[in-house]
């Protein structure tokens, strides 16, 4: 059977792209192993492992990437989704573990979250997945001269998964978004999609963004009702670190003209 | 009178009108218009009051003509009057949704003149919404008691949900409180809506270009804790209007004192805001759980626990019924095992077909067990045993005992009961008793007189 590997304790150090992380799978298969660690550049440094380096290839990617497509959406989305998760170290490893049992078991590994590795790859979707999800929720543009721009601060890369959804309900509008903790900017033009790498989105003020943030601002403050008021279920719902990027959680500045109570 | 202005006393207006959700209805992108809906709905804001912000709610009007005892805009209420105009109100939702801030419009009004007036009104808001400015995404609009069923299907043509408000749980109440609104003017619509929906969701299974009609179906509105009826009375009738009108949602609203009334609770009442979520969870039942209202209430019990969430207590009441077995028990059996959700159930069926679940699989898939340990058996075996004492704690709801910070003001750190926790906290808290110890007063009575009943 394929699947018969032993454990090393080797640690495979990749490049950090996808069709790196492809590679790492394709050696695995290829030496009969399942590496101890597998480590983008950024982790590198830390292991305490023996070090095998994986070159990225084309080719070898492409024929892992066809492998997956062949196990299903739910196994393929799985490991890409899972992949742009960045804060938890280990995940490449679990992603490349899932990957193994779901070359053994066939398409009906993405449910077996029984497994630890199925369990922990499905954590890991879950979690970019549900952080995606908040930025379609939370995400605000700004108008600057007939082109949208939102700025998001996310823990996981989630500008692909924002594509889809912002290009399907903008199909007429120009629109950038920054991703300034991984310096990535998403921007659409002329129904075209780029992927930039980007340091800094410093929008000039315009008073007629300013006058449709002080009406927003105006009708969600009219919407609260007092008697109610709960701001642990709106922490919960909206948790803290979203709200540097949303205006209507801003305090009023100075000049905002006479507030009615 | 600024559109700002206008905008502020019209969400104010609107506010207590609960149903703010944009599901039902899944629409992609296209080519030439603006926006789309997604089926689950999406929240675009959370307001200090921890309710979801998904559409520019507003009223079109709230100039009334009508006298409604329990609502604010009551003709003979004093109050700041504003009224939008449709390009206006157009406008508004355009700059809203491109920005990300809405997922579009529920528009709902008073009573501008007469019933029919008002709908032609909204109706030309929603035509330049949907024509001109060519807007695809959501739209909920509410019908005026009394209009014209054309009017009523024009704006069917429209908009993506409608809705009814049947405002009070009777039609005695309903009398008593507003004089102006028959039951029929309620329930006319309610059925013409549910017919003409239908109609044509056949017509677009066979013609894809057919017009829809209210394609996210429709909902409506109670207001809980105005008049006297009971929670198996609300229950039963909701359980009704999802059978006899094919609502997709009945939203309840905890009755909050807003105009001097002897008809009506008085003005220092507190919003029944534990109840209301009691009953929503006892409607997730009816909707998501196959449970029926007569399981849930009966004429002993007529009223749902405040200590203990309806499937808990319809657990407690019912021992013969478990341990449920997770590695062969059917779906149905497992959802009622409490603790275990739609998705832990979904998952469990799922992950059986491939692995014997134990307890470590269980806690893999994400079931969470506190509660459910004691209602099942993995293999056979029992995953914990528990006092009486042990599994009544485990079952209480610790939100009817929620104590929190609540910030009121900037200087504000005292701690004081949440707004949904039990009644008897708040009242104990508001005799002097110190909040901490007034939730766990309750609490502990509230366990005693849980297992005694166990
Ligand atoms: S008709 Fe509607 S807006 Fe007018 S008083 Fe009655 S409930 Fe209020």
């Known amino acids: 059977m394929p699947g018969q590997a032993h454990v090393t304790d080797t640690a495979y150090h990749y490049d950090g792209t996808f069709a790196g992380f492809l590679c790492c799978i394709f050696e695995s298969y290829a030496r009969r192993e399942i590496p101890a660690d597998v480590c983008p550049p950024q982790q590198a440094q830390l292991t305490l492992y023996g070090v095998r380096d994986i070159a990225t290839d084309a080719t070898r990617a492409r024929r892992v990437a066809a492998g997956l497509g062949r196990l299903g959406p739910a196994v393929r989305d799985r490991i890409a989704t899972g992949f742009l998760h960045s804060a938890a170290p280990g995940k490449d490893l679990a992603l490349l573990r899932f990957a193994r049992l779901a070359f053994a078991r066939g398409p009906q590994a993405a449910q077996m979250l029984g497994d630890a590795d199925a369990a922990e790859a499905f954590a890991l979707e879950r979690a970019v997945l549900g952080e995606a999800h908040h930025y379609i929720e939370f995400l605000r543009f700004e108008e600057r001269g007939g082109m949208l721009g939102a700025v998001i601060h996310p823990k996981h890369c989630v500008l692909p998964l924002l594509r889809g959804h912002f290009c399907s309900r903008l199909p007429g509008e120009d629109f950038l978004i920054f991703d300034a903790v991984h310096g990535a900017a998403l921007l659409r033009q002329n129904r075209r999609v780029q992927y930039l790498a980007m340091q800094r989105y410093e929008p000039a003020p315009d008073t007629e963004e300013a006058d449709w943030q002080a009406l927003w601002k105006r009708f969600f403050r009219a919407l609260t009702i007092e008697e109610r008021r709960n701001a642990r279920a709106q922490q919960t719902h909206l948790p803290r670190r979203f709200w540097p990027d949303m205006c209507e959680m801003q305090p009023d500045a100075p000049g905002d003209g006479p507030k009615h109570t | ?454």
């Open chain 2, 1 to 454: 009178m600024d559109l700002a202005q206008k905008l502020e006393i019209l969400a104010d207006s609107a506010k207590y009108d609960v149903a703010c959700t944009s599901s039902g209805v899944d629409r992609p992108g296209r080519h030439g218009s603006l926006g789309s809906c997604a089926a689950a709905g999406i929240c675009h804001a959370f307001t200090p009051d921890g309710r979801c912000v998904s559409l520019l709610k507003v009223l079109y009007s709230n100039a009334c003509a009508y006298d409604c005892g329990y609502c604010v805009n009551r003709r003979s209420n004093d109050r700041p009057r504003a009224s939008f105009t449709p390009r206006e109100l157009a406008e508004l939702t355009i700059g809203f949704y491109r920005r990300n801030y809405i997922e579009g419009l529920f528009l709902s009004s008073a009573v501008l003149g007469s019933p029919d007036r008002t709908m032609e009104l909204m109706i030309e808001a929603l035509r330049i919404l949907r024509q001109e400015y060519r807007f695809n995404g959501y739209i909920h609009a509410k019908t005026i008691p009394g209009a014209d069923p054309l009017l009523v299907e024009r704006l069917g043509l429209l908009a993506d949900r409608l809705s009814v408000n049947i405002e009070l749980p009777s039609e005695g109440s309903l009398r008593e409180l507003a004089p102006d609104k028959k039951k029929s003017a309620i329930l006319r619509p309610m059925g013409q809506i549910a017919v003409q929906s239908a109609a044509s969701r056949r017509d677009l299974a066979v013609y894809k270009r057919a017009p829809a009609f209210a394609p996210a179906g429709q909902s409506t509105q109670m207001i809980i804790g105005a008049t006297p009826e009971s929670d198996r009375h609300i229950l039963n009738l909701t359980e009704a209007l999802y059978k006899k009108y094919a609502l997709k949602r009945v939203f309840f609203s905890a009755y909050l004192p807003v105009v001097a009334d002897r008809r009506l609770p008085a003005l220092t009442t507190r919003p029944p805001l534990l109840r209301e979520h009691r009953l929503y969870q006892a409607d997730w039942l009816l909707r998501y759980y196959h449970f029926s209202a007569g399981e849930l209430l009966n004429e002993a019990e007529p009223n749902l626990d405040p200590y203990l969430d309806p499937k808990c207590t319809w657990a407690v009441r019912h021992p013969e019924f478990f341990p449920v077995e997770v590695n062969t028990a059917p779906r149905e059996e497992l959802l009622r095992v409490p603790g275990i959700g739609p998705k832990s159930a979904l998952r469990i069926v799922q992950a059986r077909r491939m692995q014997r679940l134990g307890l470590p699989e269980l806690k893999r898939i994400g079931v969470v067990l506190k509660r459910a340990q004691y209602f099942i058996t993995c293999n056979g075996h029992a995953p914990a045993r528990g006092t009486r004492a042990e599994i009544a704690g485990a079952l209480l709801d610790p939100g009817a005992f929620g104590i929190g910070v609540q910030q009121l003001s900037l200087d504000d750190f005292a701690p004081k009961p949440l707004p949904a926790a039990a009644p008897a906290v708040h009242e104990l808290a508001a005799q002097g008793v110190a909040p901490a110890q007034a939730a766990q007063l309750v609490r502990e009575e509230a366990l005693t007189c849980l297992v005694r009943r166990m």
